[in-house]
């Protein structure tokens, strides 16, 4: 052992660390497979004490610190490079619930607690904990934070950011920040807690967090609704949310070559319609209230956009598991595109009244500039939000294609840029997109992020080679 690793034995003990290469392995590398680090270990501390005395013995031996939750995220932020020097810092360990106060509908619980515990020990509660993705099974909490994460239920309840009332923080020199407050109100001074969502562990550990719940809904009418256009969609958006308020919990868009993928690898699929459309739109309303209130608010408004030509077709769940099978049609893109092979993947955002000009901009310069590409374009149209994908052209060679990635992306990103929107909508830019965003943000912006930076984690030993 080096001493290193002998002292981090001594605080962690034989549970919180993992040092053999086999058993380091699943650590190291991305969810995408991406990226391939070689950490000098794996430590799993048990709590707030452990985590924070680690970050002592860091700060002293200026060892740089990887932190990773369910290690599902898509930009390489929570692999170690491979080096051989760095720690990956795994807050699975520190899985427990602390507290819920459902009266202020407030549970507070430990970053490695997995989203899909945080959801249930909230419906247990008689509560809902809004924050959903198809990841669920496996992030946890801290990772969510981390990243800001968005999902499907943006629309009504926000993102990760929006959830968050308090946290506590392990600083890069070990000191831990109680800002465990679980206030609705709180106006004294720098909104701190918001300086670590979204900053990709670069500047400190988050070990816990405050967030906000919700009344648990009793009612959910789900729809899938055939349409010509995106721009028919965005109206059909700006319709159901007058109809509906803000009842409408998700609005995902998706195009017919979506569903193609879906139904060729995933046979058993059962398309709602006899025959395809260009695009179809998965939503989904909720409420405290009952559902017939629910079932009549759809029926009324999709009869009304109907009348209004926005609707060629809509399928509505009679059942919780026809619902699920229209989700299932949602969820299985991303699964269907890897087994159709290799794409160009985007994550981009631009406001949501411009994002159908933006999709026939885009499209059209990608296929002047890659004749024949097949865009598999699906997302979070109610947040502005696309997977915005390039899958080659039917038969070409797919390596070649893919060698041309940057050419694609820089297509796309420059026009994300002249629409005003961002490069990255809700997956962050880990190791990934850390060199892209130079081109886009303003040298100001820069300059701001990495003082910050420098003024918490002055040593630069929180996950260095990420975002800055
Ligand atoms: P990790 O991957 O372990 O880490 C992510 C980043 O956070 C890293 O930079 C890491 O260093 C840092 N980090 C982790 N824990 C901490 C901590 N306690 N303190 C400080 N830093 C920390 N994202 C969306 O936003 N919306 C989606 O709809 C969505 N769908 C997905 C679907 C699939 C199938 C997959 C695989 C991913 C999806 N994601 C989605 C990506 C999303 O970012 C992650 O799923 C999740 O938010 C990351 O959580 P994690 O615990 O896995 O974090
Ligand atoms: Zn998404």
Not at 63 to 79: D, E, H, K, R, S
Not at 168 to 179: F, M, S
């Amino acid at each position: 052992m080096t001493p290193l690793i002998e002292r981090l034995h001594a605080l962690v003990g034989e549970p919180g660390l993992i040092t053999a290469a086999q058993d380091i392995a699943p650590y190291a590398t991305d969810w995408r497979k991406r990226y391939f680090g070689k950490p000098l270990a794996v430590v799993k501390p048990a709590s707030t004490t452990e985590v924070a005395a680690v970050m002592r013995l860091c700060a002293e031996t200026r060892t740089a610190v990887v932190p990773q939750g369910g290690n599902t995220g898509l930009c390489g932020g929570a692999t170690p490079d491979a080096a051989g020097a760095q720690i990956v810092l795994n807050l699975s360990r520190m899985n427990r619930v602390r507290a819920i106060d459902a009266v202020s509908n407030t549970i507070t619980v430990e970053a490695g607690c997995v989203l899909a515990n945080l959801q249930q020990a909230a419906a247990e509660a008689d509560r809902l904990f809004p924050l959903s993705l198809a990841a669920e099974g496996s992030c946890e909490i801290g990772g969510n934070l981390s990243t800001n994460a968005g999902g499907t239920a943006v629309l009504r309840y926000g993102n990760a950011r929006d959830l968050l009332l308090g946290l506590e923080v392990v600083l890069p020199d070990g000191q831990v920040w109680d800002g465990l407050r679980g206030l609705r109100k709180d106006n004294t001074g720098y909104d701190l807690k918001q300086l670590f969502v979204g900053a990709e562990g670069t500047l400190g550990i988050i070990t816990a967090a405050v967030l906000k719940l919700y009344p648990r809904p009793r009612a959910r009418a789900t729809a899938l609704v055939a349409l010509e256009s995106p721009a028919k969609a965005l109206r059909l958006l700006s319709h159901i949310q007058g109809a509906c308020g803000d009842r409408l919990t998700g609005f995902e868009l998706m195009s017919a070559f979506c569903l193609e993928l879906v139904a060729k690898h995933f046979p058993a699929t059962q398309l709602p319609f006899a025959e395809a459309h260009p695009q179809y739109v998965l939503l989904e309303l909720s409420d405290t209230a009952s559902a017939a209130n629910l079932d009549a608010a759809l029926h009324d408004a999709l009869v009304e956009a109907s009348e209004a030509g926005l609707v060629l077709d809509a399928a509505v769940a009679a059942s919780e598991a026809q619902a699920a099978a229209l989700w299932a049609l949602r969820e299985n893109i991303p699964e269907a595109q890897v087994h159709e092979g290799k794409q160009i993947k985007h994550d981009i955002s631009v406001p949501i009244s411009r994002i159908a000009e933006y999709i026939d901009v885009t499209d059209a310069e990608l296929q002047r500039a890659f004749p024949g590409v097949r865009m598999v374009t699906f997302g979070h149209l109610g947040d502005g939000n696309l997977h915005y994908n390039i899958a080659p052209p039917a038969g070409s060679d797919e390596d070649a294609f893919m060698a041309r990635s940057g050419e694609a992306s820089r297509v796309v990103h420059d026009s994300v840029v002249r629409f005003s929107g961002s490069i990255s909508a809700e997956h962050g830019l880990g190791q990934y997109k850390r060199g892209e965003i130079l081109r886009y943000k303003s040298p100001l912006e820069m300059d701001l992020m990495r003082r910050i930076k420098a003024a918490l984690d002055p040593q630069g030993i929180m996950n260095p080679g990420k975002v800055l």
